[in-house]
C-alpha cells in the first residue's frame, strides 16, 4: 500500500497556518450564507397574522378595518369566535346608509371574498402570501411551495454528490454557489407563484451542497487531531448564519427586499473559482499527483515545514510507481460501491437512518414547539440561540469521549425527553417548554456529530457522494416532519412527540453499531473504507464505548518523515528502538516500541 495522505499531512503540517486561511477564507463564509437560502422562504412565504375581505367600496369612503370586521361572517378559528377571514355576507344595499352609517346584508348567505383581501401588515410589509393572494381556498399554496423547495434539496444532494466526486470538489461547490446567486436574484422578480415554485426547485437543488462541500473540503485538508474542532466550527457558523438571517429579516419586512439582501453574499462566495485550491486529497484519489503536489508545496510553505530538498520528487516518484503498479486494477467507482460489502454497507446504512432520524426530529420540534413568543423572527432566533450551547460542549467532549458515546447519548437524551413530553399534558406550559428545549438541544448534538461521523467514515473516493446521501434521506425527513407535526395538531398533541422519541432512541442504540472514528486516518479507497471497524460486529464489542484500536484503526504504510527523523535521533542517543508489528494485526502496518 502507498502512502495515504494523511502520512503526508505529518510532514507538511495538519492545522498550521495554511489550513487556518482556508478555514477563514474559504470554508466558513459559505457555511455562514448557507442557512440564507435554506430558511429564508419561512419568512417569504409567511402568512399574516390576520386578513380579511377586501370591499372597495368602504375603502374609498375611508371606512377602516375595526368598522369592517363586525359586519363580517362570524366563524370559530383556533378556538376563537372570529370574524371570517375568507367569506362576506350578500350585500343587498350596495351604498352606506348615511343616516346609520351601517351595511346592509343578507345575514343568510356567505359569498368568497369576491375582491380580494387586505392583510394586517404589523409584522409583515410584504410577503407573497399578500401579494398573491394565498390564502382561503390558495392556503395549502406556501407549504407547496415549501416541499418542492424541499424535493429540489432531495435531488440536488443525489446529482450534486456525484459532480463532487467526479470533477471535484471547487467546480462542484463553484456550480452550486453560482446557482445560488442566480435563482436567489430571480426569485426576488418572480412574476407569479407557478414561475416561483421553478425558480425555488432549482434553488433548492444547491442549499445542501453550497455549505456541505466547502465543510467536507476542510476536513480532509485537515489531520485526525484537528477535524473535531473544524467540524465545530463549520457547524457554529451555520448556526451564526440561522441567528444573521433571523436578524435580517426582522429588519427587512419587504420579501423581495430580504431575498437580495440573503442572495448579496454569493456574489463575493462566486469569486472563490478564481482563489480556492482543490482538495488535494481528491486529486491524490484520482492519480492527478502533479496537481496535487503544487497545492502541498503550498501548505509546506505556509507551514514552515522543515522538509528535505529532495521529499517532493520522491513523493511523486513513490506516487508514479503506484499509480503504474495499480493501473490494470483501476476502475470507476460509483455510488452502490458503498453497499457491495458487508461492513461498508453496515455502516452507510447506519449514518443514513441515524441522518434520517436527526432531520425528522430537529425539523419536526421546529413544527410543533409551541409559541413562545408572538413574533415569527424573535422565535426563529430564539430557535438558533437554543443550538449555540451545543458546539462548547462538542468541542471539549469530542476528543475526550469520542463519537460514538456522545452519539448515542444525545439521541437516547433527545428521545427520552420527547417521550416525557408525550406524557405531560399540554396545560403544563413551563414542564413542556424545557422538556422540547432540552430536546432541541440534544438533537443538535447529534446531527452535528452524525455529520463528522459520515465524513470520517465514507472513503475519500465517494465521500462526496456519501455524504450528499446521507443529507438526501435527511432532506425526505424535513419532508416528512411538518406533516407528522400537522397530524398531531388534528389528532393528539401526544403522538408527534412519540414517534420522534422513539426513533431517536432506535438511533441512538443502532449508533453503538459505528465504529469510534476519533483519531483515526479517513479511509481513502473502499478496500480501506471496508476494513475500518470490522470488529464491531456484536453487541459485547459495541459496548465498549472507548473504541478498539485493533478494530478500528485504519491500515496505514508506515511512519512519516518526522516520525522517522525522530526514530533515527533517538537511535543515535542511545535509546535502543525495537521494530514490532506483533501489536496491530494489520498488513503492511509497522509500530515502533522505544525502550529505555
Known amino acids: 500500500m502507498g502512502m495515504e495522505f494523511d502520512d503526508i499531512l505529518k510532514d507538511v503540517g495538519g492545522f498550521g497556518r495554511y489550513q487556518k486561511l482556508l478555514l477563514i477564507i474559504f470554508i466558513l463564509p459559505p457555511c455562514l450564507a448557507g442557512a440564507f437560502h435554506g430558511f429564508s422562504q419561512i419568512f417569504t412565504v409567511a402568512v399574516p397574522e390576520d386578513y380579511w375581505c377586501r370591499i372597495p367600496k368602504a375603502e374609498r369612503l375611508g371606512i377602516g378595518p375595526s368598522r369592517i370586521k363586525p359586519t363580517l361572517p362570524r366563524e370559530l378559528i383556533d378556538g376563537k369566535l372570529q370574524h371570517s377571514q375568507c367569506t362576506v355576507h350578500e350585500k343587498t344595499a350596495p351604498i352606506i346608509n348615511n343616516m346609520t352609517d351601517q351595511w346592509s346584508f343578507n345575514y343568510n348567505v356567505s359569498l368568497p371574498c369576491p375582491w380580494g383581501w387586505n392583510y394586517d401588515r404589523s409584522v409583515y410589509e410584504s410577503t407573497v402570501v399578500m401579494d398573491w393572494d394565498l390564502v382561503c381556498d390558495k392556503a395549502f399554496y406556501p407549504k407547496l411551495s415549501l416541499f418542492i423547495h424541499a424535493i429540489g434539496a432531495v435531488l440536488g444532494t443525489i446529482l450534486f454528490g456525484y459532480l463532487t466526486d467526479e470533477i471535484g470538489r471547487k467546480k462542484t461547490f463553484c456550480i452550486a454557489a453560482m446557482t445560488q446567486l442566480l435563482t436567489g436574484v430571480a426569485t426576488a422578480f418572480a412574476p407569479n407563484f407557478i414561475v416561483f415554485c421553478i425558480i425555488r426547485f432549482l434553488n433548492g437543488l444547491t442549499i445542501v451542497p453550497v455549505w456541505l462541500i466547502p465543510l467536507i473540503m476542510a476536513l480532509e485538508f485537515t489531520g485526525p487531531s484537528k477535524r473535531t474542532l473544524v467540524g465545530t466550527v463549520g457547524a457554529l457558523f451555520y448556526t451564526f448564519g440561522l441567528l444573521g438571517l433571523g436578524g435580517l429579516a426582522y429588519l427587512i419586512r419587504n420579501w423581495v427586499h430580504l431575498q437580495l439582501a440573503v442572495t448579496l453574499p454569493f456574489v463575493f462566495i462566486f469569486g472563490y473559482y478564481w482563489w480556492m485550491p482543490e482538495s488535494p486529497r481528491w486529486l491524490m484519489s484520482k492519480g492527478r499527483f502533479p496537481e496535487m503536489l503544487v497545492i502541498v508545496r503550498k501548505i509546506a510553505k505556509q507551514n514552515r515545514a522543515g522538509l528535505p530538498e529532495d521529499y517532493f520528487a520522491k513523493l511523486l516518484a513513490m506516487f508514479d510507481h503506484s499509480q503504474t503498479d495499480e493501473q490494470t486494477n483501476k476502475r470507476k467507482n460509483c455510488l452502490i460501491d458503498l453497499f457491495r460489502t458487508a461492513n461498508l454497507c453496515k455502516k452507510s446504512c447506519l449514518i443514513i437512518f441515524i441522518s434520517f432520524t436527526n432531520s425528522l426530529v430537529c425539523v419536526g420540534l421546529t413544527f410543533f414547539m409551541p409559541l413562545l413568543c408572538g413574533i415569527d423572527h424573535i422565535n426563529f432566533i430564539y430557535g438558533a440561540v437554543i443550538q449555540l450551547p451545543a458546539y462548547p460542549v462538542l468541542y471539549f467532549s469530542l476528543t475526550r469521549f469520542g463519537r460514538r458515546v456522545l452519539l448515542m447519548l444525545s439521541l437516547i437524551l433527545a428521545g427520552s425527553f420527547l417521550i416525557l413530553r408525550a406524557l405531560v399534558p399540554d396545560t403544563n406550559y413551563t414542564a413542556v417548554i424545557i422538556l422540547l428545549l432540552i430536546s432541541k438541544f440534544s438533537i443538535t448534538l447529534s446531527c452535528v456529530i452524525t455529520n463528522l461521523v459520515a465524513a470520517e467514515t465514507f472513503p475519500t473516493v465517494l465521500r462526496g457522494a456519501g455524504s450528499s446521501l446521507t443529507q438526501t434521506v ?76 485493533e478494530s478500528s484503526q485504519v491500515p496505514e504504510s508506515g511512519p512519516s518523515h518526522h516520525e522517522v527523523k525522530r526514530l533515527e535521533a533517538t537511535r543515535q542517543n542511545g535509546v535502543e528502538v525495537e521494530e514490532d508489528s506483533s501489536l496491530l494485526s494489520l498488513p503492511q502496518v509497522k509500530c515502533y516500541q522505544v525502550k529505555f
Open 474 to 549: 435527511s432532506s425526505i425527513g424535513l419532508c416528512l416532519s411538518p406533516f407528522v407535526a400537522h397530524m398531531g395538531m388534528r389528532h393528539s398533541r401526544w403522538l408527534p412527540p412519540l414517534i420522534f422519541g422513539v426513533l431517536g432512541i432506535v438511533g441512538g442504540m443502532l449508533s453503538l453499531l459505528l465504529p469510534e472514528t476519533l483519531g483515526q486516518s479517513l479511509p481513502e479507497t473502499l478496500t480501506e473504507a471496508e476494513a475500518f471497524g470490522k470488529g464491531c460486529r456484536t453487541w459485547k464489542n459495541c459496548l465498549k464505548l472507548t473504541g478498539n484500536a
